[in-house]
């Protein structure tokens, strides 16, 4: 069955320095999605991607945050100045057709900021 | 814009007891409605959804929920649980139609007991 793959499984970074998350979603998906997860906390809803462009963002979604996708393949989540309260885990999904078929979601990255 | 609420942060339970796991949400547009599970070290699976039409909606592995719009509900339930059942259970809902966001619950843990 198709998969969301997502690098690296974890990672540690300083607080302050940049970080790039990494996803390659499923071939023929067409949006994309970031969501993350505090520790103990509600899976929350970063950003929504399509078409080369954000159609939808969350008010954690801020200037420190950014997504791209540089190739037919990747899709990454950048975080440019990293803060503690960024600690969290970091999914990524995507869809073929719509929220009615759900959405699927990779492993996710843990990020931890120290 | 929606919400959910998941009355149980944990639900222990003995193997093959059934189990119900709750689910409430709110929404001022029609909505489809999800159950992801997580299992540890893995990312969310969906388990099963209603779109429209029978209200009752099954997975594969013998879960099963039942949308109640009067009572903006969407409970998962098992009659019989295993140990192969222990993860976390999320409920989610997205606006209906489109390519629309997902707002997720903040989980149950469900763990079974031999």
């Known amino acids: 069955e198709p998969e969301v793959t997502q690098t690296p499984s974890h990672q540690v970074t300083q607080m302050g320095q940049e970080v790039i998350l990494r996803c390659v979603p499923i071939?023929?998906?067409?949006?994309f999605y970031w969501y993350r997860q505090i520790l103990g906390q509600k899976v929350e809803f970063l950003v929504s991607?399509?078409?080369?462009?954000?159609?939808?963002k969350s008010e954690i979604f801020d200037d420190q945050f950014s997504v791209e996708r540089p190739d037919g393949s990747n899709f990454t989540l950048k975080i440019r100045s990293t803060k503690l309260e960024d600690s969290a885990m970091y999914f990524c999904?995507?869809?073929?057709?719509?929220?009615?078929?759900?959405?699927?979601f990779g492993s996710g990255t843990r990020l931890t900021v120290v | 814009a929606q919400s959910v609420t998941q009355l149980d942060s944990q639900v222990p339970v003995f193997e093959e007891a059934p189990v119900e796991l709750r689910c409430n949400y709110s929404?001022?547009?029609?909505?489809?409605l999800f159950w992801y599970v997580q299992y540890p070290n893995q990312g969310l699976q969906l388990l099963l959804k209603?779109?429209?039409?029978?209200?009752l909606v099954e997975s594969i592995n013998g879960f099963e929920a039942e949308f109640n719009k009067s009572q903006t509900s969407f409970h998962l339930r098992k009659p019989s649980v295993h140990i192969s059942d222990t993860a976390e259970y999320f409920c989610?809902?997205?606006?209906?139609?489109?390519?629309?966001?997902?707002?997720f619950g903040a989980g149950t843990r469900l763990a079974v007991h031999p």
């Open positions: 999904a995507s869809s073929e057709a719509g929220t009615g078929h759900g959405y699927t």
């Open positions: 071939s023929n998906h067409l949006y």
């Open positions: 991607f399509y078409n080369n462009e954000i159609s939808e």
């Open positions: 209603y779109l429209s039409g029978s209200t």
């Open positions: 929404s001022s547009v029609s909505v489809y």
């Open positions: 989610a809902v997205g606006a209906a139609g489109g390519y629309n966001k997902l707002i």
